[in-house]
């Protein structure tokens, strides 16, 4: 009897084997929802959401819901915060207003064996930070270039732009291109720049708004160099060769310059698509720098981010990799620029005359801030510092004129940084 028991053994031991198999194949795997806030609509949201699926066939246990919030995204994503309902994972650029909300990445990074931050561009990964960590990872950026009209160069016998060229030779070139009686300028600059895009210029001549601690703008924001700054492009509009934009009379610059009527025109990557489906005769060029500094560009950076609230902190991060790091995923997107460096350099685009100037300027301002991201009260100042600019190019100010605004700046402002 008991040899007969010990033979039916392995029997039942395989009966088993075969049931608990049946019940792990039978049963319904467990599928974990990770919701997903982007800026984006129309095209650029349908190539989120396509991205979105090929992640899920890598991940079939992760169901990613894409909600676009379009240009309500900051007041969404701050209502979401405040009912503790936020999305898992976000665009983000505003990291100051939003730090205390998202999940600091440093420590998933550090134990992340996929993914080398040396292939991104250092300047990126730097817009990345607030108060030395990492609360998203790059997708997307561009830095900003002048966009010059090849014909109208050509019909004034103006020598393209040098390698290395200057504030000078840009306004030399746009007096030799202003016509006043046919309504062409030589250059064209809004009449209210957004700050946070301005401080790019007052880099390039040695300045910057704040101390890099973020507490003071008293000897920065009304510094030498901010002053000389503001009046390279007041003496611009005095000497007639430069155009305001954005006022009642000339809203856009782009139209200005797909119109033939602005030889020059400072902006970023989104315009590109623009000027190419318009078939224009254009060039893309690195930022003029000032006599002897070194020319520098403001980025705009989009990242992606974790809610630190987030349920699904492991499902989130399995994503927030993927879009910023995979290289399809890279591929498959539009509207700004690849932020490592090998996809930039298999697109072709470090080589591509199009877009090798981005690269370059991204290059050259490595090791750059904005005051933005240094105090998150800084905000306030940029919204006085707005007036104050829109005032100075309304009124061409000259220099004293320009010093005078930006002390009654920094008084009015420096309660902000306490």
């Known amino acids: 009897m008991a040899s007969k028991e010990k033979r039916s053994l392995p029997k039942t031991l395989f009966s088993l084997l075969i049931f608990l198999l049946f019940i792990t194949i039978s049963s319904p795997q467990k599928i974990t929802t990770i919701r997903f806030a982007t800026w984006d609509t129309g095209e650029l949201f349908q190539i989120e959401q396509a991205i979105a699926k090929n992640f899920e066939k890598l991940y079939p246990n992760i169901?990613?819901?894409?909600?676009?919030?379009?240009?309500?995204?900051?007041?969404?994503?701050?209502?979401?915060?405040g009912a503790k309902n936020p999305p898992d994972v976000m665009?983000?650029?505003?990291?100051?207003?939003?730090?205390?909300?998202?999940?600091?990445?440093?420590?998933?990074?550090?134990?992340?064996?996929?993914?080398?931050?040396?292939?991104?561009?250092?300047?990126v990964l730097n817009y990345c930070k607030y108060e030395n960590?990492?609360?998203?990872?790059?997708?997307?950026?561009?830095?900003?270039v002048v966009y010059w009209n090849k014909d109208l160069f050509k019909r004034n016998n103006v020598q393209p732009p040098s390698p290395n060229?200057?504030?000078?030779?840009?306004?030399?070139?746009?007096?030799?291109?202003?016509?006043?009686?046919?309504?062409?300028?030589?250059?064209?600059f809004p009449i209210s720049p957004d700050p946070y895009d301005f401080e790019q210029f007052l880099w390039s001549n040695g300045g910057r708004y704040c101390s890099l601690d973020g507490k003071e703008i008293e000897g920065y924001l009304n510094s030498k160099e901010m002053i000389e700054t503001l009046a390279l492009f007041t003496k611009m509009l005095r000497e007639g060769i430069a155009v305001l934009t954005g006022t009642q009379q000339i809203q856009s610059g782009g139209d200005l310059f797909k119109a033939g009527k602005v030889g020059m025109l400072e902006s970023g990557i989104w315009r590109l698509p623009e000027f190419q489906e318009a078939k224009l005769n254009f060039g893309v060029h690195i930022l003029p720098a000032f006599k002897g500094k070194k020319v520098k560009s403001i980025l705009n950076v989009s990242?992606?981010?974790?809610?630190?609230?987030?349920?699904?902190?492991?499902?989130?991060?399995?994503?927030?990799?993927?879009?910023?790091?995979?290289?399809?995923?890279i591929k498959m997107r539009k509207g700004d620029l690849p932020t490592r460096k090998s996809v930039a350099s298999e697109m072709g685009f470090l080589k591509d005359p199009y877009y090798q100037p981005f690269y370059k300027m991204v290059e050259a301002s490595k090791d750059t801030v904005p005051s933005f991201n240094?105090?998150?009260?800084?905000?306030?100042?940029?919204?006085?510092?707005?007036?104050t600019?829109?005032?100075?190019?309304?009124?061409?100010?000259?220099?004293?004129?320009?010093?005078?605004?930006?002390?009654?700046l920094v008084t009015k402002c420096k309660r902000f940084l306490k």
């Open 91 to 123: 665009y983000m650029w505003d990291f100051p207003t939003y730090a205390e909300s998202l999940l600091p990445l440093d420590d998933l990074i550090k134990n992340e064996k996929n993914i080398n931050l040396n292939d991104y561009y250092p300047a």
């Open 303 to 329: 990242a992606i981010s974790i809610a630190k609230d987030s349920k699904n902190i492991k499902e989130a991060w399995e994503f927030v990799k993927y879009y910023s790091y995979n290289k399809d995923a």
């Open 374 to 387: 240094l105090n998150r009260n800084m905000r306030k100042v940029y919204d006085e510092l707005a007036v």
């Open 133 to 144: 960590k990492y609360y998203g990872l790059p997708v997307g950026f561009t830095s900003h």
């Open 63 to 81: 169901k990613v819901q894409v909600e676009s919030y379009g240009d309500n995204f900051d007041q969404k994503l701050a209502a979401s915060f």
């Open 389 to 408: 600019i829109e005032k100075i190019f309304s009124e061409q100010a000259d220099e004293n004129k320009i010093k005078e605004y930006l002390n009654e």
């Open 165 to 188: 060229w200057t504030w000078d030779e840009l306004i030399d070139k746009a007096k030799k291109i202003t016509n006043p009686s046919q309504k062409i300028y030589g250059f064209a």
